[in-house]
């Protein structure tokens, strides 16, 4: 949101109170409160008719800082604030004649309190100014309104902050956003939209972002925080939020990778997701015909074809017309909803099923709904409703304890059916105006905290329904601490290059934004792709931490496009299959590190200025690298950074430190190993669920005489995993293990 018009000018319907001096500083419980004046006090008498804003620094966790100004601390607040984990950690406070300082870790808040200055400086341990608030920067904004007489002034409140970019500094970050992937002259506001992906509408609008200068930035408000990042001020970062009250956390890890661990532990990690959620996923699609005979012909199809399917969905048709939710199999076309599901387990499936927590009129939980006051409700009392979807629906209550286990209730019939997962669509379209919680809650704020409720929900009911470690969504929306229930997947792309290229920038964003696994509609969700960009998709897809065959009006089996298409969708998800022993490796780091599985380049290689940019590939964990083909041709350019580099397919070496152009066809893509790296392989390539160690190929990449390597395999118990460590001794390459399991080595 811009307040300016250009650096000097205000907008006239704004009154701005900017912090221009730190009129007092102190120690209060481990934390360091500033007052600062919003006009110069240079005798008593200034100290009358100014507005003043309270910035109280604290340290949640070690190398975190938290700033909290505030206007008016008597404010309402009605909630919800995001959840965070805090740890027990003291912070080293001083209080000096022209300045004050707190300490957490390797990260320093210091602020000036000299007269006619206003200035708090971010410093990393070395001394090195991160960043700066300071002229202009801190302000309460009034949108002024006309009112009654009154000494007080009328109007909308903004909390504001903007903090100084260097030279050379790159943001990234704020959500899975299909914009340019460096957010640089970008205005980003935090409000859930089911916009699509060729829009700057945003599902999942995370209030996070980082740049390449190693720290990150969180503003702990669910509400429409806006960012104008390097854009009404191009030397800074601006973020607003209205009310009286603006609260952010300058997170330092000093690296990408360790920035993005600290916002995690500080939000939430990603749960460690089941083996076989790995696998190819499969989709009835959107609005296609189905029943059982169509069903079975697409799972029987993929066998025949020996493609390897993991998971089956059913998306919306499985209930009847109108009735979305009613979570009850239509029975025209599904009259023995046990028997199908059965015999799909029988064919080693694991299913899914489409949800939302809206309630159509016609649903017959709609009635059950209303009596009970589980559905939203207007100030006078009414349920709302739209027919903007599915006719008169309803929206589930989800701060309402009752309604949160009716919910689950009709769910878990669903689960005892069979089911073994589900697809949490929605949750972006909740409404502001007029709404009245349960509990409260700002309508303003649960607009977008409402996805992370309504996931929070689902997930914990799988998890008791299933166990822990074998629950998993499929998701559209989120906000920050989503990425603790996962998956999510990029939302209503269309089925082109262009389309592709748009979702893997979303993707890198997640990834910014703590997110350990996403997925995409293979090949695109509206119109039907040609086979050619089908083809080129899939490899994408199945070289993605989650791989699903989806769309809307046709189905996306690959025999329907071209036979070719059955080769490639065949061998890239034999692939994946075959890469679970690295790809699980590095799912467990998600879960315990909160480092995502698919990372942009500059998080991998943050001092390669060439990597800062690169929005056309990724590093897939650490070791491998994946350039998508996004051309017709096969033609694809694409940047190796320093070091020895093999490609997968030939195991010929190529030296990094530059670009390169390669035509591929079909049945490859640019899929590079990091020289030093000891990839694992499974002997199995039909599922992604086996014994990663029985039998195990370890491909030898560079590994130099002197050098060694350590990886962890896990075992066929759940949550164990063996350690084996390579060494080069005069060009033979030795290995230490506990493991048992036969195994070869290449």
């Not at 022209?98 to 602020?111: H, K, M, P, V």
């Not at 970008?186 to 829009?199: F, P």
């Not at 949800?355 to 939980?365: D, G, K, R």
């Not at 370890?698 to 060494?727: C, H, M, W």
């Amino acid at each position: 949101m811009k307040f300016t018009n250009g650096y000097w000018m205000t907008k006239p319907e704004f009154r701005m109170d900017f912090a221009v001096q730190c009129v007092r500083a102190e120690e209060e419980h481990g934390k360091l409160k500033l007052i600062a004046a919003c006009k110069p006090v240079r005798g008593r008498g200034d100290v009358l008719n100014i507005a003043t804003l309270q910035v109280t620094l604290s340290a949640p966790r070690k190398n975190i800082i938290r700033v909290q100004i505030t206007h008016f601390a008597g404010a309402a607040d009605h909630g919800p604030h995001f959840e965070t984990y805090g740890e027990t950690f003291e912070p080293k406070i001083s209080v000096e004649k022209e300045s004050a300082s707190i300490c957490s870790g390797d990260l320093q808040a210091r602020a000036c309190i000299r007269e006619g200055k206003w200035q708090i400086d971010f410093l990393n341990g070395q001394g090195e100014i991160l960043t700066s608030t300071g002229y202009h920067g801190m302000c309460r904004a009034l949108k002024e309104e006309e009112g009654p007489c009154s000494i007080q002034p009328h109007g909308t409140s903004y909390m504001i902050d903007s903090l100084d970019l260097a030279v050379g500094e790159k943001v990234y970050g704020l959500g899975e956003r299909f914009t340019a992937y460096v957010k640089n002259g970008q205005r980003a506001d935090m409000w859930n939209a089911d916009g699509g992906t060729a829009s700057e509408l945003a599902y999942k609008n995370v209030p996070f972002y980082m740049t390449n200068r190693g720290y990150g930035v969180f503003v702990e408000d669910p509400s429409e925080v806006s960012f104008e990042v390097a854009s009404e001020k191009v030397e800074r970062v601006q973020f607003s939020v209205p009310g009286e009250t603006l609260v952010y956390d300058i997170i330092y890890g000093g690296t990408p990778k360790k920035t993005v661990s600290l916002y995690t532990a500080l939000t939430g990690r990603p749960a460690l997701l089941p083996r076989w959620s790995f696998g190819l996923w499969l989709s009835t699609s959107f609005t296609t015909s189905y029943d059982e005979a169509t069903v079975t012909s697409f799972i029987d199809g993929m066998a025949e074809r020996d493609i390897p399917l993991s998971v089956f969905h059913f998306d919306c048709y499985w209930m009847k017309a109108f009735n979305w939710c009613d979570f009850t199999w239509d029975p025209d076309v599904f009259p023995d909803p046990e028997g199908m599901l059965k015999r799909y387990h029988e064919k080693g499936l694991k299913l899914c099923c489409w949800i939302n927590p809206y309630i159509a009129q016609a649903s017959p939980l709609f009635e059950e709904g209303k009596a009970n006051r589980y559905l939203l409700q207007t100030k006078d009392g009414s349920v709302w409703q739209t027919d903007q979807w599915v006719a008169g629906m309803g929206i589930l209550d989800v701060t309402n304890p009752a309604a949160r286990d009716w919910y689950c209730g009709k769910l878990k019939i669903l689960l005892d059916q069979g089911i073994d997962c589900l697809k949490t669509d929605f949750g972006e379209r909740i409404p502001v105006r007029d709404i009245v919680y349960y509990d409260g809650s700002d309508p303003m704020k649960m607009h977008n905290y409402y996805t992370f409720l309504y996931n929070r929900m689902v997930f914990e009911l799988l998890e008791r329904e299933k166990g822990t470690g074998n629950a998993i969504l499929f998701a559209r929306s989120a906000t920050a601490g989503g990425q603790q229930f996962p998956v999510h997947w990029g939302g209503d792309n269309s089925a082109s290059y262009v389309s592709m290229e748009e979702t893997l920038r979303a993707g890198l964003s997640m990834s910014h934004s703590g997110f350990g696994y996403w997925s995409h509609d293979i090949s695109g969700f509206e119109q039907t792709a040609p086979a050619d960009v089908y083809k080129r998709w899939a490899a994408f897809g199945l070289l993605s931490s989650h791989s699903r065959l989806h769309g809307s009006t046709s189905y996306r089996v690959p025999w329907l496009f071209d036979d070719e298409s059955v080769e490639v969708v065949r061998f890239f998800t034999k692939l994946k299959c075959r890469l679970m022993p690295y790809l699980y490796q590095m799912a467990a780091e998600a879960h315990e590190n909160g480092i995502p599985m698919m990372r942009p380049m500059m998080m991998e290689f943050p001092g390669d200025p060439a990597c800062e940019y690169l929005d056309r590939q990724y590093m897939l964990g650490d070791r491998l690298l994946v350039a998508p083909v996004f051309r017709k041709n096969g033609q694809v350019n694409f940047y190796l950074p320093e070091g020895d580099w093999y490609n997968f397919f030939t195991g010929e070496c190529v030296k990094g430190g530059s670009w390169r152009t390669e035509t591929h066809g079909f049945m490859s893509l640019p899929l590079y190993v990091r020289g030093g790296t000891v990839l694992p392989l499974g002997a199995c390539d039909c599922r992604t669920d086996y014994d990663y160690q029985q039998d195990a190929e370890f491909r030898v990449y560079g590994l130099k005489n002197g050098d060694s390597y350590t990886l962890s395999i896990p075992a066929a118990e759940e949550g164990r995993f063996v350690q084996y460590t390579f060494v080069n001794r005069d060009g033979k390459t030795q290995v230490t293990t506990e493991a048992k399991q036969p195994f070869h080595m290449i």
